[in-house]
T-cell receptor, first 110, second 122 residues
Framework: QSALTQPASVSGSPGQSITISCTGT?????????VSWYQQHAGQAPKFWIY???SRPSGVSSRFSGSKSGNTASLTISGLQPEDEAEYFC??????????FGTGTKVTVL | QVQLQESGPGLVKPSGTLSLTCTVS?????????WSWIRQSPGKGLEWIGE???????NFHPSLKSRLSMSIDKSKNLFSLRLSSVTAADTAVYYC???????????????WGPGILATVSS
């Protein structure tokens, strides 16, 4: 029932690519492909950003992509832009029928 | 467009019960979607609390199950949360959310309310 582990912060310059990792266990990320990501700007509610590990909801830029290997999921932002500065949370379905979120990663555009 | 709005008291006394309501517009609470509550403690991450489909089908976070209840009011198109025996650790922004309807799972939270801060303090 522990939160998924993410780095506290990641930074990059405009135009660069960055990757955020999300590490779980073999009872959540390792067991299911129900991995999603949420973008949260300061003072706002989270926004649905990635689902099914690597699918994008309508309206989300193709600069965002997801992947998974074993117990770790990743979110890559290509061509980093100032509006990408936000906090990103991963999430996974877990055994016993509940959902677990990551600890959150603050992305800073230098 | 689906919109959700949380409401309820912003201050609850320790050992009391936190009661929140989420009013839905642009969709029906009887539409077959799962409706969730998610909270975020100040400066911390997100924690899924539970979800409800109807008053007979719901799932709760194992660590909160003993203190938690949820219900749906179809006549008012809203759903509610009640969390009993609260402590300072329950102080958080509480969000209500609806699943995406994608991939045949309720695992994705596509629509969120703006959130409401609930503080537990005497």
């Amino acid at each position: 029932q522990s939160a998924l582990t993410q780095p506290a912060s990641v930074s990059g310059s405009p135009g660069q690519s960055i990757t955020i990792s999300c590490t779980g266990t073999d009872t959540d990320i390792g067991a299911y492909d129900y991995v999603s990501w949420y973008q949260q700007h300061a003072g706002q509610a989270p926004k649905f950003w990635i689902y099914d590990v690597n699918s994008r909801p309508s309206g989300v830029s193709s600069r965002f992509s997801g992947s998974k290997s074993g117990n770790t999921a990743s979110l890559t932002i290509s061509g980093l832009q100032p509006e990408d500065e936000a906090e990103y949370f991963c999430s996974s379905y877990a055994a016993s029928g509940f959902y677990v979120f990551g600890t959150g990663t603050k992305v800073t555009v230098l | 467009q689906v919109q959700l709005q949380e409401s309820g008291p912003g201050l609850v006394k320790p050992s009391g019960t936190l009661s929140l309501t989420c009013t839905v517009s642009g969709d029906s609470v009887s539409s077959g979607h799962w409706w969730s509550w998610i909270r975020q403690s100040p400066g911390k991450g997100l924690e899924w609390i539970g979800e409800i489909l109807d008053n007979a089908n719901y799932n709760f976070h194992p660590s909160l199950k003993s203190r938690l209840s949820m219900s749906i009011d179809k006549s008012k198109n809203l759903f509610s949360l009640r969390l009993s025996s609260v402590t300072a650790a329950d102080t958080a922004v509480y969000y209500c959310a609806r699943d995406s309807g994608l991939s045949g799972t309720s695992a994705y939270f596509a629509y969120w309310g703006p959130g409401i801060l609930a503080t537990v303090s005497s």
